[in-house]
């Protein structure tokens, strides 16, 4: 797999100008060109295609905290938590007195929040602080549809929800259910309803970090000339050619050659299922075919 560099003082080679002996940090300004054309073709491929190594699996358990405290009606604030360890303004609140779609607003000390909606009754009660808002990974980019699990209960997620059902969901009567709903907002994935259990969930999504550091961290551009990437070198090479001609205005002699090796790139990408022209169904579980023909259920 070629560095940075490599690919650089290849593309230039072909092209017949100066081989520059760095990239990065040079002053130069067509190597700075080639350096931002490079990552501009970066970025592009990670867009055009799903590559297989850019899928990726994000997987979480849903977390919760169940504390005594005071309330008082018409009061917002819930005074003597016996814990209020990590909670914000992502964290629901169940419990007597609590309206639906009560959060947390702000996390005043270890013994006290203020929530977004004020209390319907008074006294010292037991309270779930659910975590329904989870950050997206920090290489997220665009979801793979229909991954989206609760691998506890063994069901898919149902969404993403719009925001008509999103606010029928969080102000209706009926509100909860065992299924988990999901909407990706604000950029955060949210659950509905508030879980007072921990869920092993997760999605697969497309990452944006398609370059890689010498020590094999992925990242979302070059930023050293030892940095590679998952694109094949040749694809690199000819994109780089096909997108310095361009920006300096000569032309295109290099585009049926890079848009061959991106097809090869394409088809060559993890794979392809086996399609079949007569597909049959699979019998994996008991159908038709394992019944006798006479003496059933003897």
Known sequence: MMTLLQIVQAATGELGIPTPNLVVGVNNTDTVQLLRLLNGLGRRLQQEYIWQALCTEYRFNTQFLVATGTTTSG?????????????????????????????????????????????????????????????MPADYDRVQDDTQWDKTQHWRLIGPVTAQI?????????????????????????????LSAAHYLGFEYISNAWARNAAGT?????????????????????????????????????????????????????????????????????????????????
């Open 166 to 194: 999103w606010s029928w969901l969080q102000s209706g009567y009926i509100s909860t259910g065992p299924r988990i709903n999901f909407r990706q907002l604000g950029g955060m994935l949210q659950i509905w309803p508030a």
């Open 218 to 298: 992925a990242q979302g551009s070059f930023l050293l000339d030892t940095d590679t990437c998952i694109y094949p070198d040749n694809l690199m090479i000819t994109g780089l050619k096909v997108a310095y001609q361009k920006a300096k205005g000569l032309g295109s002699d290099y585009v049926d050659e890079y848009n061959t090796a991106l097809s090869i790139a394409f088809g060559s990408d993890g794979g392809s299922a086996m399609l079949s022209m007569n597909p049959g169904q699979l019998n994996t579980l008991i159908n038709w075919n394992n019944l006798p023909d006479s003496g059933y259920g003897q």
């Open 75 to 135: 009061s917002a604030v819930v005074t003597a938590l016996t814990d209020t360890t990590g909670l914000d303004s992502t964290y629901a609140v169940i419990g007597t007195g609590m309206n639906t779609d009560t959060y947390v607003l702000t996390n005043d000390s270890a013994s006290q929040v203020t929530l977004n909606q004020p209390a319907t009754a008074s006294g010292t009660v037991e309270l779930t602080f659910c975590k329904t808002k989870y950050p």
